[in-house]
């Protein structure tokens, strides 16, 4: 533990704070005593602390009021009574108001004493590790639901700029298709289903499955030669097949081919 251990004493007779004082003399504990729930108030202002220790029947304020105002603003001590005066309903009170963690009758067993707050700071440092493991959580979770919602508006851009690509391409009259590097049908537009006769099911194709030998054979020409074109006949339709190879430094990514029907010539 790197934090400075602070128990908070609290009770209007001396002689039960100088006990608790000497209980823990040879515990690495900072004891701070008060003779009342006003002074222990004024201390809670000023200092942390981990455990707070308040007798039940003290003038004034007594241990629930006392320890009911430590609750309300310092939730996370742990807080536990010591009291000679075994009421059930004081029992009761004590638990409910001040939401404590132990009830102790006096006199008191020292070393059950001693195992009670060493038992109770073993509590105070878990509950702390969850709640900053809880704020890392809710983090990380924040976090991701940020990049979610970047992930979705950059999938949506992504698929508006597809779109609009589509139809760009669409409104071209010729016929267009793209091969990928991996030799799959990547893009095509309309005017290539027309002209060549076949489903846009050729998307995501692999070209060899759906293009015939000479296609196949001008496709290699282009990757060979960079670019290429020549004059033929698909399917009935008499045009110029014109092919481009793409790349970058070396880097090959496809090719693209426009037939050009006679008639557009």
């Not at 132990?102 to 707050?117: A, V």
């Not at 979770?141 to 609009?164: D, G, I």
């Not at 070209?207 to 020549?230: H, R, T, Y």
Request: hydrophobic share 40%; proline share 3%; glycine share 6%.
């Amino acid at each position: 533990m790197s934090e400075q251990i602070r128990i908070l004493c609290v009770d209007d007779e001396q002689n039960v704070l100088n006990a608790l004082r000497r209980i823990f003399m040879d515990d690495d504990y900072e004891i701070v005593i008060a003779n009342s729930g006003k002074d222990g108030i004024r201390l809670l202002e000023e200092k942390e602390f981990q455990i707070v220790i308040s007798d039940y029947r003290m003038p004034e304020m007594n241990g629930v009021e006392f320890l009911k105002q430590v609750y309300d603003n310092w939730p996370d001590t742990v807080r536990i009574v010591l009291s000679g005066y075994a009421d059930a309903g004081a029992i009761v009170s004590a638990i409910n108001e001040g939401r404590i963690y132990k009830f102790i009758p006096k006199p008191w067993n020292d070393d059950e004493l001693k195992i009670t707050i060493k038992n109770a700071l073993e509590r105070y440092f878990l509950f702390k590790e969850n709640v900053k493991l809880t704020g890392e959580l809710k983090y990380k979770n924040t976090e991701l639901q940020k990049l979610n919602t970047q992930l979705e508006q950059y999938l949506a851009l992504r698929t508006e700029m597809l779109e609009a690509h589509q139809r760009i391409l669409d409104s071209i009259p010729l016929g267009v298709v793209g091969i990928d590097s991996n030799g799959m049908v990547a893009c095509c537009n309309e005017q290539w289903v027309k002209l060549i006769n076949h489903n846009t099911s050729v998307l995501s194709s692999f070209a060899e499955n759906v293009f015939d030998k000479p296609m196949l054979d001008f496709i290699e020409e282009v990757k060979e030669k960079g670019s290429a074109e020549q004059t033929t006949t698909v399917n009935g339709a008499a045009g110029r097949l014109m092919g481009k190879k793409l790349g970058y430094e070396g880097e090959y990514y496809g090719v693209t081919v426009v037939f050009i029907p006679e008639c557009a010539a």
